[in-house]
T-cell receptor, first 110, second 115 residues
């Protein structure tokens, strides 16, 4: 059975701090790893990672995948209150089936 | 471009009542997914459609849950009868169904409360 574990479960930081969210996975016939941001409604897509060691970047967010150690990290620099959300990581297998982790709840205080 | 549309956004029913959720995927997306998300947890897949065919419904509780995707576009998910434990957010997602680099896009969800 595929499994995705995220840590920490929750995190409280102040604006301007940098945070690192962790995701480890065990996915049979692994194809890709996806990160989503979920505020009060739908998860919104952030990144899809397929290759090890290649950083994907979007503004203050960046992510990288390590397929040897089976983990990914999501970094957010210069955090803002609008970054407060639950960040979900999901492993995608060859059948395009996503297995989600439990999420990391990030709160950014002013 | 319109995203995944779901309705209703919220639904409150009494246990043993039936309920149905509707999903309209992103135009051109062949693959449609229904997920259940409990509070504080990640989404869990219930069923996946490739066009009008359900290709994975192993996690769907078939005694009370049913789904259909007539004509391979819109989909409905039904619960009959609902139980207290069905209270959750029901998310619909769609994707192009690419062999590689497939990305799922989610709708806003339907929050179901069973009293």
């Amino acid at each position: 059975e595929d499994k995705v574990v995220q840590s920490p479960l929750s995190l409280v930081v102040h604006e301007g701090d940098t945070v690192t969210l962790n995701c480890s996975y065990e996915v049979t016939n692994f194809r890709s790893l996806l990160w989503y941001k979920q505020e009060k409604k739908a998860p919104t897509f952030l990144f899809m990672l397929t290759s090890s060691g290649i950083e994907k970047k979007s503004g203050r967010l960046s992510s990288i995948l390590d397929k040897k150690e089976l983990f990914s990290i999501l970094n957010i620099t210069a955090t803002q209150t609008g970054d407060s959300a639950v960040y979900l990581c999901a492993g995608n297998n060859a059948g395009n089936m996503l297995t989600f982790g439990g999420g990391t709840r990030l709160m950014v205080k002013p | 471009e319109a995203g995944v549309v779901q309705s209703p956004r919220y639904k409150i029913i009494e246990k043993k009542q039936p309920v149905a959720f509707w999903c309209n995927p992103i135009s051109g997306h062949n693959t449609l997914y229904w997920y259940l998300q409990n509070l504080g947890q990640g989404p869990e897949l219930l069923i996946r459609y490739e066009n009008e065919e359900a290709v994975d419904d192993s996690q769907l509780p078939k005694d009370r849950f049913s789904a259909e995707r007539l004509k391979g576009v819109d989909s409905t998910l039904k619960i009959q009868p609902a139980e207290l434990g069905d209270s959750a957010v029901y998310l619909c997602a769609s994707s192009l169904g690419l062999a590689d680099a497939d990305t799922q896009y989610f709708g806003p969800g339907t929050r179901l409360t069973v009293l």
